[in-house]
């Protein structure tokens, strides 16, 4: 089994002020912005100038594989979070997104958000984390029973 870290989502409710507390304040560097005005929100992928330097990520074209990062999400339509809703989720490439659900259905883990897609799912931790497991490489072709499965609960 293989596993990859890839980012740590965070929601924000001021871009702007995000983005100058994780790049000026910590040392970010901004590697990736992409605003979805058809969904209305902004996602803003930060890195450790160390860890860009060590991918050997020149800026251009896609990220490098093994980058950590960062996601500020910011919902347009949102200024404020309560509960610990800015926490968003971890996320983890992992080499077969069908064995990797099966895995954790036998451990009695509810897969909240099935890979329908072949592509992405969504699990929780014992504590209430949302995990985000993507396919490595291209999605795989979509498959039952994830095919037809419902979301469960919130992911």
């Given at each position: 089994?293989?596993?990859?870290?890839?980012?740590?989502?965070?929601?924000?409710?001021?871009?702007?002020?995000?983005?100058?507390?994780?790049?000026?304040?910590?040392?970010?560097?901004?590697?990736?912005?992409?605003?979805?005005?058809?969904?209305?929100?902004?996602?803003?992928?930060?890195?450790?100038?160390?860890?860009?330097?060590?991918?050997?990520?020149?800026g251009e074209g896609k990220l490098?594989?093994?980058?950590?990062?960062?996601?500020?999400?910011?919902?347009?339509?949102?200024?404020?979070?309560?509960?610990?809703?800015?926490?968003?989720?971890?996320?983890?490439?992992?080499?077969?997104?069908?064995?990797?659900?099966?895995?954790?259905?036998?451990?009695?883990?509810?897969?909240?958000?099935?890979?329908?897609?072949?592509?992405?799912?969504?699990?929780?931790?014992?504590?209430?984390?949302?995990?985000?497991?993507?396919?490595?490489?291209?999605?795989?072709?979509?498959?039952?029973?994830?095919?037809?499965?419902?979301?469960?609960?919130?992911?």
């Amino acid at each position: 089994m293989s596993v990859e870290f890839l980012h740590t989502m965070i929601r924000v409710g001021d871009i702007d002020a995000a983005v100058k507390f994780f790049c000026q304040g910590l040392g970010l560097t901004e590697v990736r912005r992409n605003d979805y005005p058809q969904g209305k929100y902004t996602l803003v992928f930060l890195a450790a100038p160390e860890d860009v330097a060590r991918s050997g990520w020149n800026g251009e074209g896609k990220l490098p594989a093994g980058l950590p990062m960062i996601e500020l999400t910011h919902n347009w339509d949102e200024t404020e979070y309560a509960g610990g809703r800015n926490f968003g989720h971890l996320a983890y490439r992992v080499d077969d997104i069908y064995a990797a659900c099966e895995r954790f259905q036998k451990l009695g883990v509810t897969i909240n958000r099935p890979p329908r897609d072949g592509h992405m799912a969504f699990v929780r931790s014992p504590d209430g984390i949302s995990i985000e497991l993507l396919q490595k490489g291209e999605a795989k072709a979509p498959a039952e029973p994830w095919a037809s499965a419902k979301n469960i609960g919130s992911w």
